[in-house]
């Protein structure tokens, strides 16, 4: 299933946010949005999986969701948003009750889940016993037990600390090399834009409009850490923002 | 223990540096860095407050054995006990408390259940909001005990004009604390909710209901207050049975024996219902601890 953003404008009251942004998301690509802060990329993360209303253009789905989805456009966010109260177990059981899977059908997509994002000694924890990298992978599972057509991923890694965000990015990689998916990842880091994406969209300051879509061809599985070809990639997003990230951070918020 | 760990290093301190010499430019004195932390973080000690108990009733006991403490003002503890001990003998203590308890428990069971009903209302529906806060904030500040002789016209002298107090007291504490808690449950798990397809139902049921327990069961321990003081004065007027109406008797035949038996059975209520709500803490919120 692909995804199509049709002239999407957005405005808060009097405030634009967003002017008329087009993207194809094709499927199995990850496509990253990137811009400065208060551009309004997560602004347009919630307006693709539908938790706003645009004020003006619309979001498409091209085609239907793969057979077994549950929820085709499914969050990361970067708050992880688990439920503190329910275990691991219990925070992945949480989507999938309203489908109609309990007992051992639940069980066997959770057990399933959570062996791919490495968390079956956790099954049994709660989310306050879990360190922040740990919280984001059961929040992937959650994500990954609906087995959704879309992921839109919310900052996923910026709540983390460096070396924890390494290792995410590589689970992300060996997860998508592994079965490939679809994804609209939004951050504000340029190395984790040209670590994992296909297609990465500059978007300007406020109010966000495309300034460029900028292709990166090497696979997933071959990107390392000091390749030049990406280094050069990272180099150019950053002379693009560079100009946008300093007005935007001279800006007054309530202007 | 953290007043003498900052002192120690203190004391040896001035010895100490000039001595062992550790690197630095010679002739400067070295000093440790004070210890400036710790602090603001309560500990639980169970037993202060039973020696705390034991020691005022001692006193209390002596005062009256010395004659510190008149007989007329103040009766002693084992007086005070054996009025209990009457009590219990002549098979009126079960009464009592039968009547008192059963009132106690129908009103603030209904009064929290429907303040709870009102409280999610509330929190879930802009209009329930827009009408009811107004209303909430306007009968709240009212003594419930002033319009006693309101519903003894409406619902007559018997049980139900005393529950109807109970209950009243009790429900507007809880419509408050329950529509706070709804409105303090993390946005961004709602939002979760939403994006991953959950019922309505299911989202107030398994999200919001558990995320409000901790502000909800917090005004159940004041309801549980008020609804004890409520019962008393209730009791007091017009009611044959029931600890309220045993203290009243007591009081009007200046039996202060019986009269602070009566009231220490009260406060016993209050710490038995206190210890229930703390149990009921521990177990519905262990994820929290």
Redesign the interface.
Known sequence: MDLKVDSLSHRYGEMPVLEDIDLHIESGQIVCVIGPSGCGKSTLLRLI?G?ERPTAGRVLQLGDPPDGC??P???I?Q?F?L????TVRGNIS??L??HGFRGRRADAIIDDVLARTKLSDFKAA?P?QLSGGMKQRVAIA?ALA?KPAVFLMDEPLSALDSQTRELLMDDLIGLWLRETFTAVYVTHNLNEAVRLGHKIVVLSRRPGRIREIVDIDTPLGTREIGDPALRDRQQHLWNLMREEALAADRELADA | MPDTSATQPEETSGADSRTSNPPGPPGEVLRPVPFRGGGFAPRRIGVVGWILFTVILLLWELGSRTGVISQLTLPAPSEALTAFADLVRSGLLWRHLEASLSRLLVGWFFGALLGITVGFAIGLFSLARAGMVPLVAAIFPIPKIALLPLFIVWFGIGEESKVAVILFGTFFPTVISTYGGVDNVDRSLIRMGQSFGLRRFSIIWKIILPGALPAILSGMRISASIAIILLVAAEMIGAEFGIGAYVMQAGNLMATDQLVAGVAVLSVFGLTVSWLIGRAERYLLRWRS
Do not use: M, Q
């Open positions: 999986g938790l549950l929820n456009l499914t969050y966010f708050d948003a439920l503190p109260w329910r949480l989507v009750e309203d709660y306050r959650r609906v």
